[in-house]
């Protein structure tokens, strides 16, 4: 169901909507989930985008939902009633929530996570236990990344940030396949650099010295996949 850009306010009970999988109302005037719409019993899919919605409590009585959209929304923290729930992909970029809960590991089902531009100053240690597929914090505050992260990440976005260094995590042979870290403040290149193989590396408009005969230069040579 797609009622998107329809300057709702609120939404009916739709608890009778039994076959109702998917939910779209992107684009709205709602300032909070509706609890109507979390009636649905059956919801799987629901997309919030571009509402000014500052509170989602609601949701945790979508016991089904596994995909959620809220990119762009006006949340000043993360949704605390998500967390119970069996996400599997979870979007909120754009949001100013600032940091994200203690206890994140228990959204053991989460695969991806996307958190552009979400005021983020530091992740909590306990994501580094989350085997996600894509993990986005692009166009955040951070100075670093917690170590551990990244071994059980297919996919880790963290460009636009103020990373300075690369955490030795990242760099195990099991550890993170696609890395983009451009556009930070990365000034060298561990040695273990080397003998890791990606199947994307992005360190484009760091300050990287790349001059002939750099230590960083000669990393770069010996490691084809560097872009």
């Not at 919030?48 to 500052?54: D, G, S, Y």
Request: hydrophobic fraction near 40%.
């Amino acid at each position: 169901l797609w009622l998107g850009g329809n300057a709702l306010t609120t939404m009916p009970d739709l608890t009778g909507m039994v076959k109702l999988v998917l939910l779209n109302l992107d684009a709205n005037d709602l300032t909070s989930v509706p609890s109507g719409v979390c009636k649905a019993p059956q919801l799987k899919e629901l997309s919030l985008r571009n509402n000014p919605i500052r509170s989602a409590s609601a949701l945790g009585s979508l016991a089904h939902l596994q995909i959620l959209y809220m990119e762009n929304c006006a949340l000043a923290s993360f949704p605390s009633a998500l967390l119970s729930l069996g996400i599997e992909k979870l979007y909120l970029d754009g949001n100013p929530i600032g940091a994200l809960p203690e206890d994140i590991s228990r959204m053991a089902s989460l695969r991806t996570l996307t958190l552009e531009d979400c005021d983020l100053t530091a992740l909590p240690p306990s994501i580094c236990g989350m085997t996600l597929e894509t993990l986005n914090v692009s166009r955040n505050g951070l100075y670093s990344l917690p170590e551990g992260i990244g071994t059980h990440v297919g996919q880790l976005l963290a460009s636009s940030t103020r990373i300075s260094s690369i955490p030795d995590s990242l760099l195990g042979p099991g550890a993170v396949s696609r890395l983009n870290l451009a556009m930070n403040r990365l000034t060298s290149l561990p040695q273990r650099l080397t003998s890791k193989r990606f199947d994307e590396l992005n360190l484009r408009l760091n300050f990287l010295d790349i001059s002939a005969g750099s230590a960083t230069r000669a990393i770069l040579d010996a490691n084809p996949t560097i872009d």
